[in-house]
Each structure stands twice: as C-alpha cells, then as structure tokens.
C-alpha cells in the first residue's frame, strides 16, 4: 500500500510539473506575442508621426516663404 501511495505521489508531482511547464511555455510564447504586436503598432504609429510632423514642416516653410514674398511685393 506504501508503495502504491509512493508511485502515486511521484506520478502526481511529474504530471504537475509537466503542466506547469507547459503553461508557462504558452505563457512566454504569448508574452512574445504581445511583445511583437505592441513593437509593430508601436513602430507604425511612429512612422506615422514623423509622416505628420514632415507634412506640417513644409507647410510652416511654404508659409514663411509666402510671408517674406508677400512682405517684399508690399513693402
């Protein structure tokens, strides 16, 4: 009976160490997962910004060049 007991035991710890180990390999592949989406959402809005921030750059120069022309027809 010991012994049943015994390999019992040790066939309940293998099975929970397996499953612990399991989870936490699907735990650490969802991390990269999580990682690699919120790298590329993260990159995309950059590209987004700098996109943005180019656009608004022209815009200030084109306007200055327009003030300094309108400034020289005038004055």
Same mark, same amino acid.
């Given at each position: 009976?010991?012994?049943r007991t015994?390999?019992? !035991?040790e066939?309940? %710890?293998?099975?929970?160490?397996?499953?612990?180990?399991?989870k936490?390999? $699907?735990?650490?592949? #969802?991390q990269?997962?999580?990682e690699?989406?919120i790298?590329?959402?993260l990159e995309? !809005?950059l590209l987004? %910004?700098?996109?943005?921030m180019?656009k608004?750059?022209i815009?200030?120069? $084109?306007?200055c060049m #327009?003030?300094?022309?309108l400034s020289?027809?005038?004055g």
């Amino acid at each position: 009976m010991a012994r049943r007991t015994t390999v019992l !035991e040790e066939t309940i %710890s293998h099975i929970t160490t397996e499953s612990t180990d399991h989870k936490k390999m $699907v735990f650490e592949r #969802m991390q990269m997962k999580l990682e690699k989406e919120i790298f590329e959402r993260l990159e995309e !809005e950059l590209l987004e %910004s700098k996109s943005s921030m180019k656009k608004m750059c022209i815009v200030v120069i $084109v306007g200055c060049m #327009m003030i300094v022309g309108l400034s020289k027809v005038i004055g």
